[in-house]
């Protein structure tokens, strides 16, 4: 699952205690763990290793540039979702040929830049497929590439009207959904625009939401595409590419999510056909690689008891982690130092351990909103004890606020006995750095 483990009550990632980390870094900080990314990322590649993806680390999970260079040193192209994270992209030295780009407003810039991507800065290489949501982008897509002289690669979302069983804010593969175009207007979409000269329509792409915790939606979702694919063959156009997306699950309880492996014996049978006749498939991973492999340190402030409810009041919060304030999210919250009976042989939402309280972990932000778990049992706690977040490698970093003026935590990336700095904390010179000094936009000084 991961390289978090507890070594004599202690709470370490690989082969460092998070203490030490804390004492160092300070909290709160995100701590990620090296081999747990690489371990999650390889079994990937075995899984689904007979039908050779592009396996496209989703950017948005996790953005940090030490992690892309290391998932880019591990062979991982990148799907990115707007200019910011192409820039990332290209830091961490992919090419483009390995980027695909998502998202449904980009803008003018945003795709100019794609188009002239160049990981190094000097020859033009542009990204490999660009995501199309609507009509309407990629008539500007395809005006753009007419404008600058040059010829790009497209892939059609195409929304297979599959519920994933989902949080609603995370389903975006049913017809209601602001992603993609259903299937009855994919077909219409490729009579209009599939013979394009400067924006060619070579791909389908799907993506049904996330976490998906069980194989059957993708089944139904990859047999809708693979049939349009056939469709489209034989109204005269060639489909060499299908983008499953992501949203394979994680384990934010011990043993939630299904293995990669399971994942794969459902899916590559389906698509083995097709691959042997010539299409590719691209996958976008984010969460199965990047969630378990962090986790959110934090220290207790204080304690307060009000009415019937406990509260264990903590330097971290919404603005550091919004997932559960935002989506009601489960994490595993635990301290980071236990006596030997509170050392969890899992991660469960009710943990059946003696001597535990019923408490509420929140944060400093003025929101009621403002918490991490909500009537959780946990061992006995005092000002200054460190507590873990767990499985918060995904949408937490990369979601974190300034609310309050609270500055950014630090990011600390672990391999083997090595912690490293990978991006530091913010302080408050930093919050206003951009403020300090203003500057006339429109109009004249003596005005």
């Known amino acids: 699952m991961d390289q978090f483990n507890y070594r004599d009550g202690r709470?370490?990632?690989?082969?460092?205690?998070?203490?030490?980390?804390?004492?160092?870094?300070?909290?709160?900080?995100y701590i990620y763990s090296a081999a747990t990314?690489?371990?999650?990322?390889?079994?990937?590649?075995?899984?689904?290793?007979?039908?050779?993806?592009?396996?496209?680390?989703?950017?948005?999970?996790?953005?940090?540039?030490s992690i892309l260079r290391l998932l880019a040193d591990l062979g991982a192209g990148m799907d990115v979702v707007s200019g910011g994270e192409l820039f990332r992209a290209g830091l961490a030295k992919v090419h483009g040929h390995r980027i695909v780009y998502a998202g449904v407003?980009?803008?003018?810039?945003?795709?100019?830049?794609?188009?002239?991507y160049s990981p190094d800065g000097s020859t033009r290489h542009g990204i490999r497929l660009f995501n199309i949501e609507s009509e309407a982008e990629f008539e500007n897509?395809?005006?753009?590439?007419?404008?600058?002289?040059?010829?790009?690669?497209?892939?059609?979302?195409?929304?297979?009207?599959?519920?994933?069983?989902?949080?609603?804010?995370?389903?975006?593969?049913?017809?209601?959904?602001?992603?993609?175009?259903d299937l009855e207007r994919a077909r219409a979409f490729f009579r209009k625009y599939g013979?394009?000269?400067?924006?060619?329509?070579?791909?389908?792409?799907?993506?049904?939401?996330?976490?998906?915790?069980?194989?059957?939606?993708?089944?139904?979702?990859?047999?809708?595409?693979?049939?349009?694919?056939?469709?489209?063959a034989a109204e005269g156009f060639k489909v060499t590419a299908l983008n499953l997306g992501g949203g394979f699950g994680a384990d934010y309880t011990s043993s939630q999510s299904p293995l990669a492996a399971d994942y794969a014996s459902a899916i590559v049978p389906l698509l083995q056909g097709h691959v042997d006749r010539g299409l590719k498939i691209i996958l976008?991973?984010?969460?199965?690689?990047?969630?378990?492999?962090?986790i959110l340190l934090t220290r207790v402030q204080y304690l307060k008891k009000s009415g019937q409810r406990h509260f264990v009041?903590?330097?971290?919060?919404?603005?550091?982690l919004i997932r559960p304030?935002?989506?009601?999210?489960?994490?595993?919250?635990?301290?980071?130092?236990?006596?030997?009976?509170?050392?969890?042989?899992?991660?469960?939402?009710e943990m059946d351990l003696p001597g535990l309280d019923l408490c509420d972990v929140v944060g400093p932000i003025c929101e009621s909103s403002d918490f991490l778990a909500k009537d959780r049992r946990l061992p006995p706690l005092v000002r200054g004890d460190l507590l873990a977040v767990f499985s918060a490698g995904a949408y937490g970093m990369v979601m974190a606020s300034h609310y309050n003026s609270h500055p950014l935590p630090a990011e600390v990336l672990v391999s083997g006995s090595r912690a490293t700095t990978v991006r530091s904390r913010e302080t408050y010179d930093d919050l206003v750095g951009r403020e300090r000094e203003a500057t006339l936009l429109l109009g004249r000084e003596e005005d």
Not at 24 to 29: D, L, N, S
């Open 105 to 116: 407003g980009k803008t003018d810039e945003e795709i100019i830049e794609a188009i002239d």
């Open 141 to 181: 897509i395809a005006s753009l590439a007419r404008a600058r002289g040059v010829i790009c690669e497209a892939t059609l979302r195409v929304n297979p009207d599959v519920d994933p069983k989902t949080h609603v804010y995370t389903t975006t593969g049913k017809k209601e959904t602001k992603f993609g175009v």
């Open 284 to 294: 976008e991973p984010g969460r199965s690689i990047i969630a378990n492999a962090g």
């Open 11 to 29: 709470l370490h990632c690989e082969e460092v205690a998070v203490e030490e980390i804390a004492a160092a870094a300070g909290t709160p900080v």
């Open 195 to 232: 013979r394009n000269e400067h924006c060619r329509l070579t791909a389908i792409h799907l993506h049904i939401g996330s976490p998906v915790y069980t194989v059957e939606p993708y089944i139904e979702a990859v047999k809708r595409a693979l049939a349009l694919i056939d469709e489209i």
């Open 325 to 349: 304030a935002l989506y009601g999210s489960f994490h595993f919250i635990w301290p980071a130092r236990v006596a030997r009976m509170h050392v969890p042989a899992k991660r469960e939402q």
């Open 313 to 320: 009041i903590i330097d971290g919060g919404m603005h550091t």
């Open 37 to 65: 990314i690489t371990d999650h990322y390889r079994k990937l590649v075995a899984a689904f290793k007979r039908v050779d993806p592009l396996i496209c680390y989703s950017i948005k999970s996790c953005s940090n540039l």
